[in-house]
């Protein structure tokens, strides 16, 4: 029962992604406000359906099993009523608390999603438990130094949610209070992070293939450090150019034709979340923020806009 609970729930997230999907994409073509398409595409879509991923997959290459089944269930109209609340609130209709109320309500599911998931891992938080059968004795290696980024992934995910939070609520913020940040932290931190992880314990087996580890410590280390580097370097000097170097050797690095692994690291992590497309569409959101550069700041929202 438990199993078929959260593969029940897990399905509903992508079902709500999917939905977030289409409505970005209505979005872009009556042309609402970047944020709008923002928030639709990397809170609506892409981490919904990370969260339904990760529930069905964190545990089980961890060896685990989910700690609260029923942690679906509290989060998902939690996250959803947050994606509702701040695309409204960007899109200027509704009440002047939308926004915070959208802000406060994703923060709540963010928190019962990571707990659930830190709680879950609590006995084997750097991923050494891989679950991987004796057959795939020689993929041990690459699958614990993929499953130690995982809490990575969660930590930009609690920085992206405060930071999301501190925009609407009024709290100090960890960075500049400049909403590109939070989208890199979110973005290329949470989702790239986890896709980067979780791709590099799925794709090499469907591909028959064994990266070699020291190349997937490179990808993993520099997909790490990228989102940190992008999000204090978007207002602002040189640390953006650095990120962005960092983070595309993680995207483009490629092993060897020899180790049977013909695809770079960016179809693991593409292939990762199937035909969904989550890491272009998380690159599309980061990019797309990444353009709003005025210092000017939405009354309602506390979002600072484009001029």
Known sequence: MTAATVSRWARRYVLAGAGSLMAWQAGVVVGVPRRTEVVLGLLGF???????KAYSLVPAYFDRDLAFPRAPAVQFPLTVGGVSGLAASSLDVGPAWAGAAGALLWTLGVGAFVVTVGWTIRGNPTGRETATGDHNAGRRPVD???????PVALLYLLAGTYETLALYAGVPPLLDGYPPQATHLLAAGTAGVLLF???????????????????????LLTGASGPALL??????????????????????????????????????AWGSSGSSGVLPAASSASLSDSGSRSVGRNRRSGWRTSA
């Open 46 to 52: 892409v981490l919904h359906v990370v969260f339904g």
């Open 144 to 150: 614990r130094l993929a499953n130690g980024f995982v």
């Open 197 to 219: 992880s979780l791709g590099f314990r799925l794709l090499p087996r469907f591909m028959v293939a064994h990266p070699p580890r020291w190349l997937v410590g490179v990808v």
């Open 231 to 268: 999000a204090t370097g978007v207002a602002g000097g040189g640390l953006l150019r650095i990120g962005g170097a960092v983070e595309a050797v993680a995207v483009v690095a490629t092993p060897s034709p020899s180790e049977r692994c013909t695809s770079g690291l960016s179809a693991a």
